[in-house]
């Protein structure tokens, strides 16, 4: 695992910005894993005002988000769907029918198992993630992959936690429905991206982060399946990383690559 440690959350939000670009920049049809929550949305202002400013365009780019909420509509203000227009997509010039989340809206089991394998033939059939955009949860979920996932899971179905849905609260307003049910990528899916770029901002990240990059490889800490990925890269603030035993060797590694041409 690559562990950078910057300064503060915005040049955490700089780098991955810079990074989700580049790729766009370089890949004649490049392929988007993104997420939702509150750790990326300065990125997607990043790449909105680089985008908006003629440096970068989004006309090629196909997207694939990590998650959505079961049992409701996707123009619904709480679904991922309406999230990312509203943070992202509406401000670049994207086609919005190159953007896939997970078909939630439905209740039916054996529907919801079929929109789940049609998500992970869609990402088949556009080539696979060339890049997967990807936060922490404090319990150290990744997507909706909550401790005792398994590492080999696909997208399906979960329950979310006690703990996940007590932190989302914050985004919902009193006595609004909060779904507890989501289709996430699963692990194995993630995976399978050629790239993938975890951020931890914040101190309460520092927990989760400690998990996944220093403790064993486990499912009770679901990001801790990135140490089997050949290229995690983890950009980390001071406050996120403040738990990390081997902090000073992570810094020496960033320091010794620079000198690399
Ligand atoms: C979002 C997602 C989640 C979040 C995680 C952190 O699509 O799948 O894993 O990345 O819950 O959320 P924030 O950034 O709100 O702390």
């Not at 509150?38 to 005002?49: G, H, K, L």
């Not at 123009?75 to 997509?89: A, D, E, G, I, V």
């Not at 909706?144 to 932190?167: D, M, Q, V, Y």
């Amino acid at each position: 695992m690559r562990v950078i440690i910057l300064d503060t959350a915005n040049q955490v939000a700089q780098y991955a910005a810079d990074l989700l670009l580049e790729t766009v920049r370089k890949k004649s049809r490049p392929v988007l894993g993104l997420a939702t929550g509150s750790t990326p949305i300065s990125t997607y202002q990043q790449v909105i005002n680089a985008v908006q400013a003629g440096q970068a365009s989004f006309k090629n780019t196909t997207t694939f988000n990590l998650d959505e909420y079961i049992g409701i509509d996707d123009t619904h203000p709480q679904s991922y769907r309406h999230f990312m227009k509203h943070y992202l997509f509406n401000h670049i010039d994207i086609d919005l029918a190159n953007t896939h989340l997970p078909m939630a809206a439905s209740l039916d089991e054996t529907r919801l198992v079929e929109n789940a394998q049609d998500y992970e033939n869609a990402i088949q059939e556009a080539g696979g993630i060339d890049l997967q955009l990807l936060g922490i949860g404090e319990n150290g979920h990744i997507g909706f992959n909550e401790p005792t996932s398994s590492l080999r899971s696909r997208t399906r179905i979960k329950s979310l936690s006690e703990s996940t849905i007590e932190a989302n609260k914050r985004f919902f307003a009193d006595g609004e429905y909060q779904p507890h049910l989501a289709l996430t990528m699963g692990i194995e899916t993630i995976l399978e991206s050629k790239h993938v770029l975890l951020l931890a901002t914040g101190h309460k990240k520092a927990a989760a982060v400690k998990a996944m990059v220093e403790g064993p490889l486990t499912a009770m800490c679901p990001a801790s399946a990135l140490q089997q990925h050949a290229k995690a890269c983890l950009v980390l603030d001071q406050d996120a990383a403040a738990q990390l035993s081997l902090k000073d060797y992570y810094v020496w590694c960033e320091k010794q690559r620079q000198e690399l041409t």
